[in-house]
């Protein structure tokens, strides 16, 4: 016989697997070495409103049976080498997941991806981490796994498609992440474990008879009319498919340019700037566990989400924490040389001793009149004029402009900086002279009442590390909302963060599924129709 049971722990038996088991034999009356009954968590969330943290779960009970497995659902990835391809340009979480799903229904995918394989790619990562060196192909947002790959791996996402989303999850388990990442509210891969998965998913998608070619950069579409009928890759080699997955990520610009340069429709899209905040670690643990010094050998680094409504020159706009990342990194993410763009990442066990955070404000359209004049490019132009004056503060390099929290509230130019994790290097200036004021002065009010939400988060033992651009994609590429396809070009598929569709891994990758199967839906369709 199998139940659930909804129980509220302490961090010890909720995270020490045998004082669980130990906790709730004992709550259930049943001996400590009973093996008829086996016991395990399938939900973790931590709570941590009152000033004792708890930790409340749901776990399965299976009394005189076996334990079904955790994982449910089944994948079947049959042999497609003979197919006509789909063409997929991108090899982030949406470009993977729609290569797999492809072949799920049974055609070849091509992912075809600018960038390099996840292992080669961390070459060049340590170039622009240690000798300032960007590579525009290869990059912390250009490479196998896309920008998903050097990053948190943060797993959550506000669809509430649980389905999907478990889905997603369960492919991710099936190609080497912890079972963890389906018990936990807010799972996370890390970057130290994401590469295998990745590569993982890579192989699976050659032993099932696709292709993924790397370092091969589409510069040109093959149009007919007003269809799509393949891609031109940058040495020349022209690609035929029965329609393109276009999932090339926010930071692909020339991307955008060639939409926009052979008048296909594009549009400029609202989205938020800002900068990256690093507190300690410890800082954080404290405001949120209400603990001392140290959370003990339990509870994970915390984390945190702010918002709030700001208001300048009688307009107001959101401020909200982003990505932010527990016991991580900050990293550069510019994709070319002379441009300053900063994110987070953080390794599986989160134990570092920073805590980082996007904070950023939303920019909508009519924030940004002296850009009207680049129409749909309008947005992706006020995102590098910031990454570029960030680039000439910081001093020409990847050294990152920063001030410290209360100083930047107080207009005062910090006289030294505090120890970061970011490893290129700060340099201290006036953020002023990066971000516009309608940025800056709606920040500088948000800091001050997030101490009311989080008391002792306004310090000058924290700092801002500039820019935070790359929220997310700055044009929208449209798409029909049923059949997902360009309103325009027939056969191709804007997909993922890139087109303005997904604002993250999960997102990307039930993103790229939904766009192979609707083009493959359409493409099944004409031929029997034939
Ligand atoms: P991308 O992942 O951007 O992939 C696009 C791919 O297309 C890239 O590999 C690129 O090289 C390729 N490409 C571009 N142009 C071309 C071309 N012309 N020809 C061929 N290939 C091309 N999200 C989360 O959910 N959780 C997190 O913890 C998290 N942390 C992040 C940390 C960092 C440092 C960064 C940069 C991002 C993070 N994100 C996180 C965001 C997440 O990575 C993206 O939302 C997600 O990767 C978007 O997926 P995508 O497939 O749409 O695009």
Known sequence: MKKEIQLTLTPREAFDEEAFQETVRSRLGLPTSDASTLIRQIRRSIDARSRQVKVNVTAQVFENEPAAPIRNLHFDYPFVGNEDPLIIIGAGPAGLFAALRAIELGVKPIVIERGKDVRSRRRDLAAINKEHIVNPESNYCFGEGGAGTYSDGKLYTRSKKRGDIRRILEIFVAHGAKEDILIEAHPHIGTNKLPPVVAALRQRILDSGGEVLFETKVVDFLLEGQE????????????????????????????????????????????????????????????????????????????????????????????????????????????????????????????????????????????????????????????????????????????????????????????????????????????????????????????????????????????????????????????????????????????????????????????????????????KSTQEKQ
């Open 228 to 523: 799509i009928k393949g891609v031109i890759c940058e040495g020349g080699e022209k690609i035929k498919g029965i329609g393109v997955v276009l999932a090339t990520g926010h930071s692909a610009r020339d991307i955008f340019q060639l939409l926009h340069r052979r008048e296909i429709q594009i549009e400029a899209k609202p989205f938020a700037v800002g900068v990256r905040i690093e507190h300690s670690q410890q800082l954080i643990d404290q405001i949120q566990y209400h603990c001392g010094a140290d959370r003990g050998p339990y509870l994970p680094a915390s984390s945190y989400s702010l918002v709030e409504q700001s208001t300048y020159q009688g307009i107001q706009r959101g401020v909200f924490s982003f990505c932010m990342c527990p016991g991580g990194f900050i990293v550069p993410s510019a994709t070319a040389p002379g441009e300053v763009v900063v994110n987070g990442m953080s390794p599986s066990r989160r134990d570092g001793r920073f805590a980082n955070s996007g904070m950023v404000v939303a920019v909508e359209l009519e924030d940004l009149p002296a850009f009207a004049s680049f129409g749909p490019l309008a947005s992706l132009r006020f995102q590098q004029e910031i990454e570029r004056k960030a680039w000439e503060m910081g001093g020409r390099s990847q050294t990152a402009p920063a001030q410290r929290m209360v100083d930047f509230v107080n207009r005062k130019v910090s006289t030294d900086l505090l120890p970061t994790s970011y490893q290129p290097g700060l340099r201290s200036v006036d953020m002023d002279t990066v971000l516009p004021p309608f940025i800056t002065e709606r920040l500088r009010m948000a800091f001050v009442s997030f101490d009311r939400k989080m008391r002792g988060y306004f310090t000058n033992d924290a700092q801002i590390i500039g820019v935070e651009s790359r929220t997310s994609s700055p044009v929208k590429i449209p798409r029909d909302r049923e059949t997902l396809e360009h309103p325009q070009i027939k056969r191709l598929y804007p997909c993922g963060e890139g087109a303005g569709y997904a604002g993250g891994i999960v997102s990307a990758a039930m993103d790229g599924e939904r766009c192979a199967e609707k083009l493959i839906a359409k493409y």
